[in-house]
């Protein structure tokens, strides 16, 4: 599976942004998605999961609420719908494609990464 994100941008705070993650393959709807974000000199760390039928989902505290991951199996792609953003919500934010064992915070459970698409919260 290879994953290309996309969406990321300058926006001011309280602003939205929509990410998205093109999958190839066709295998794409037997997996669970996660979205991670990794701000400067920092660790990276778990936005939000997805399974793959898109019935269940996760999110970390601090975008719960503010965030929606959401999937189109039919268009092998995941969204991350982004609103009320803060100036902490800068970073680099990238998707993965793991086994649908369950919905997963660890990153070392995801086999698959994109390269990462940069959001900039403006105060």
């Known amino acids: 599976v290879q994953l290309q994100a996309s969406g990321g941008g300058l926006v001011q705070a309280g602003g939205s942004l929509r990410l998205s993650c093109a999958a190839s393959?066709?295998?794409?709807?037997?997996?669970?998605m996660g979205w991670f974000r990794q701000a400067q000199g920092k660790e990276r760390e778990f936005v939000a999961a997805?399974?793959?039928?898109?019935?269940?989902?996760d999110y970390a505290d601090s975008v719960k609420g503010r965030f929606t991951i959401s999937r189109d199996n039919a268009k092998n792609t995941i969204y991350l719908q982004m609103n009320s953003l803060k100036p902490e919500d800068t970073a680099v934010y990238y998707c993965a494609a793991g086994p649908d064992y369950g919905l997963e915070r660890l990153s070392a459970l995801y086999n698959y990464w994109g390269q990462g698409t940069l959001v900039t919260v403006s105060s």
């Open positions: 997805i399974r793959s039928n898109g019935g269940s989902t």
């Open positions: 393959g066709r295998t794409f709807s037997r997996y669970a």
